[in-house]
């Protein structure tokens, strides 16, 4: 029979084991949120296909790189407009945009909106996933820091610009600008650029409802800006 020492001396291991396992539990959760991936090589290497890219559900992406110079200035301006107007002041966020989001969250009683800055957008597209959760987040927020201090806001929107979603395996402007309108990024005019705008915020619902009433409505007040 065991005496009182010899269990409490178990109970104390079995404590101990417990608490080990939480731990390593916790630090490799906190390792997964802070870990980042490199970034610096894009400073001057083109990114191959992005996480988005390889979950895409059709299994055909149309994409085709072009340098920033080479896509229409009304594009340019007319995403930044629609997606992040206050990208070139921010640092990689925006917290009027995330107290909104709080708030619009808050009151539909689930994760919908993220207050995402065009630099998070490009960390998710990147290296993240299309899930909507906390997790997913904190790890978008520390990866645009990362991109901030690395790259310049030029980069940064080139990027962005060459990368991100714009239809059923539509990824950049040049290939957005071709299956839309049959041209290159570089002519497109200032309505065809806030048209591609205006569908930045749900590409694959759009693509199967071009001319939408939402659409048509929102790309007219982002040339209105332009």
């Given at each position: 029979m065991l005496t009182g020492g010899q269990m409490l001396s178990r109970r104390d291991a079995i404590l101990l084991i417990a608490s080990i396992v939480a731990g390593l539990c916790w630090s490799v959760w906190i390792s997964k949120c802070v870990s980042t991936p490199p970034v610096a090589y894009l400073t001057f290497a083109r990114p191959g296909l992005t996480a988005y890219m390889r979950a895409d559900p059709t299994g055909h992406v149309k994409?085709?790189?072009?340098?920033?110079?080479?896509?229409?200035?009304?594009?340019?301006?007319?995403?930044?407009?629609?997606?992040?107007?206050?990208?070139?002041?921010?640092?990689?966020?925006?917290?009027?945009?995330?107290?909104?989001?709080?708030?619009?969250?808050?009151?539909?009683?689930?994760?919908?909106?993220?207050?995402s800055t065009i630099t998070m957008q490009l960390a998710r597209n990147l290296y993240l996933s299309p899930e909507k959760s906390l997790f997913r987040k904190l790890k978008e927020f520390v990866i645009a820091l990362k991109l901030e201090r690395t790259l310049s806001k030029q980069r940064i929107l080139e990027l962005y610009l060459n990368v991100v979603e714009w239809g059923n395996g539509v990824y950049g402007a040049e290939a957005a600008a071709e299956h839309y309108f049959g041209k290159s990024a570089q002519y497109l005019s200032k309505g065809e650029a806030a048209y591609l705008a205006s569908i930045l915020p749900r590409p694959r619902f759009y693509d199967r409802r071009r001319g939408s009433g939402f659409s048509q409505k929102r790309a007219l007040s982002i040339q209105g800006r332009l």
């Open positions: 994409y085709r790189w072009m340098p920033i110079e080479k896509i229409s200035p009304y594009l340019r301006e007319a995403v930044v407009i629609a997606e992040d107007d206050q990208f070139f002041q921010h640092p990689g966020y925006d917290w009027r945009a995330i107290k909104e989001a709080a708030r619009v969250n808050m009151r539909r009683g689930r994760f919908s909106r993220g207050g």
